[in-house]
Nanobody, 126 residues
Framework: QVQLVESGGGSVQAGGSLRLSCAAS????????MGWVRQAAGKQREWVSS???????SYADSVKGRFTISQDNAKNTLYLQMNSLKPEDTAMYYC????????????????????WGQGTQVTVSS
């Protein structure tokens, strides 16, 4: 079965950096669209970033220019490099995945993630 395990969270001061990792297993990694979603205490989940199977990346405006998503298909691992961290980045960060779909001669990523990791906490102090 699909399993996603995040790591790399921790506590840093504002302006610092962290790199999150998500080890995936149980499926063909290169056939899945991957992403990161975060949830701060008392708030709704917020999409952070996604990467499609062709390597196309997208980011929420709140992290654009500071965060970088990447993946290593050989290691079945997704990453999120987070630089210039702000206190408002404090949240539980979840790795997520959904299988790509084929329609009208085109592969695309469905809007909703299907599989989720258990999360890793990121705390940024001012």
């Amino acid at each position: 079965q699909v399993q996603l395990v995040e790591s790399g969270g921790g506590s840093v001061q504002a302006g610092g950096s962290l790199r999150l990792s998500c080890a995936a297993s149980g499926y063909t990694f290169s056939n899945y669209c991957m992403g990161w979603v975060r949830q701060a205490a008392g708030k709704q989940r917020e999409w952070v970033s996604s990467i499609s199977t062709d390597g196309t990346t997208s980011y929420a405006d709140s992290v654009k220019g500071r965060f970088t998503i990447s993946q290593d298909n050989a290691k079945n691992t997704l990453y999120l490099q987070m630089n210039s961290l702000k206190p408002e980045d404090t949240a539980m960060y979840y790795c997520a995945a959904v299988q790509r779909m084929y329609l009208s001669n085109t592969w695309f990523c469905p809007a909703d993630f299907r599989y989720w990791g258990q999360g890793t906490q990121v705390t940024v102090s001012s």
